[in-house]
């Protein structure tokens, strides 16, 4: 199998959905956030889709999926429209989704992503095309139970921005990047939670095999039901190992849409290649197009915040690329720089290494300055971090005294020591860190055990 493979390469493209995480829905003032109400309390007609009613546009979702567009370097379509996308399904009570298809807010764009190889070192980079961005409301939720299937109306109307890439994605752990990467930046410009866990961040995975040399992509099957990135990188993992055995069989691949079953591990065929659906869509007459200027849209440009320039920027203060990583992935990107920019001359490794410990700019400065200004060990800055105390530090020789008094204290795991049992040096250490209250500094011990001892 790992021979053959060699001979074939994989191509990735995703379809994701944002859920956007604006004050309330898309057309109507109900709550946006009603994850945790009961069913089909946060409704109102318009989202209900009553006859007679009319949408009003919650101007927060345009500027939102525009600086998202943005984001992902797509130009912008001067003309916001939306469009009906009719289908019959029982969660869809108005029978159509105001969605944008002849216009989404953005196109072609494209997105850089860098990532730690696995020796969690190692930086690789690589591009991927962004088709599009669009927004379009959500639709309601069917709940099966054992002997009936319910329709939640909650969802109904919550807004969603839609993301296709082309397909420029050649490895599962390249599709992890490409989603972590934007759920970053999402979250950096305010608008999603983008929790995978809780629906809040979707994605569809179009996933084909093709020998390597042969000039058009393979038929592509799409997996759907990957609530993580675990899941989405076991999955594409999962269906290029089979497609490629398909190939080496001499079978055909057949497009269709598989789901993940997180049970058997495997992805299930839920069905083959539909007769393309015709959506009949057509411009969404309740509502009017919106214009949008360039002097907005150099305003919006101006102001965003990417993941790739903060991780760039904590590169230049002189942080190892495995830290900015480390940083970012704890969501303490924006602390670090912020830390760095209000005061100079801290050493950023030192800064990284005790940021885990604070939320607030100002405490921690003031950490680090206390820590440089009395010249602490990293036993001693952790003393002063759970006391409060700036603890005495030792000077060595009375370090040394201490030590001396510790083996005089100690006759027999000494004498355990001298006869090669080089273990018990742990306890004795123990036993001088513990006589210091903490402030002695373990290497600074070790080196003193050691002279004494040998
Ligand atoms: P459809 O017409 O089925 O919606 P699209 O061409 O619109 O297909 O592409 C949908 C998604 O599938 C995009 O993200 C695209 O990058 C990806 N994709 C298209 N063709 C392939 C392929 N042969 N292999 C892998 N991904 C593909
Ligand atoms: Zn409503
Ligand atoms: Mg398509």
């Known amino acids: 199998m790992n021979k053959t493979i060699d001979k074939y390469e994989a191509t990735i493209g995703l379809e994701i959905h944002v859920q956007l995480g604006t004050k309330s829905k898309m057309f109507c003032r109900c709550d946006n956030n009603s994850d945790t109400a009961k069913p089909n309390t946060n409704v109102c ?29 797509c130009s912008i379509n001067p003309m916001q429209r939306f469009d009906r996308k009719n289908y019959f399904y029982p969660d869809l009570p108005k029978g159509y989704q105001i969605s944008q298809f002849f216009y989404p807010v953005g196109e072609k764009g494209n997105l850089v992503v860098d990532y730690l190889g696995t020796d969690r070192k190692t930086k690789h980079e690589f591009t991927v095309g962004i088709t599009r961005l669009h927004l379009e409301e959500d639709a309601g939720k069917l709940v099966h139970t054992s002997d009936a299937t319910l329709v939640d109306l909650n969802r109904c109307g919550t807004p969603l921005a839609e993301i296709v890439t082309e397909p420029d994605i050649k490895s599962p752990e390249e599709a992890r990047a490409f989603m972590q990467e934007l759920q970053c930046l999402v979250r950096l410009l305010g608008v999603s939670s983008a929790d995978m866990e809780k629906g809040h961040l979707r994605v569809d995975a179009n996933v084909s095999v ?19 990135f675990k899941f989405m990188e076991q999955a594409l993992k999962f269906e290029i190992v089979r497609q490629t055995e398909m190939l080496e069989r001499g079978e055909k691949i057949e497009q269709e849409t598989r789901g993940w079953d997180e049970k058997t591990n495997s992805t299930v065929s839920q069905r083959s290649k539909e007769g393309s659906v015709d959506y009949r869509y057509f411009p969404e007459p309740d509502l009017p197009p919106i214009t949008i200027n360039d002097e907005q849209i150099e305003k919006w440009n101006r102001s965003l915040i990417l993941p790739s320039v903060l991780r760039e ?20 990107l924006v602390l670090f720089l912020g830390v760095l920019h209000s005061r100079g001359g801290l050493n950023p490794t030192q800064v990284a290494n005790w940021i885990e410990k604070f939320n607030d700019e100002e405490k921690l400065i003031e950490f680090m300055d206390v820590v440089g200004k009395h010249n602490l060990s990293t036993t001693a800055a952790k003393k002063y971090l759970e006391t409060g105390k700036i603890p005495e530090t030792m000077d060595d020789a009375v370090l040394r005294e201490m ?25 004795l250490m123990g036993q001088v860190i513990k006589k210091s209250g903490g402030g002695a500094e373990p290497a600074l011990v070790q080196q003193i055990l050691i002279d004494l001892l040998t």
């Open 403 to 427: 030590v001396g008094q510790v083996l005089d204290e100690n006759p027999e795991v000494v004498a355990k020591f001298k006869a090669g049992d080089v273990k018990v040096s742990a306890y």
């Open 313 to 332: 920027r904590a590169e230049q203060k002189g942080l190892a690329y495995d830290r900015v990583v480390e940083l970012q992935d704890k969501d303490k």
């Open 210 to 228: 093709r020998p390597i040399g042969q000039p058009t992509l393979g038929a592509k099957v799409e997996v759907k039901n990957m609530n993580s």
């Open 45 to 73: 007609p318009v989202c209900m889709g009553y006859p007679g009613t009319l949408p009003v546009i919650n101007g927060q979702t345009i500027d939102w999926g525009i600086k998202t567009a943005l984001a992902l370097g």
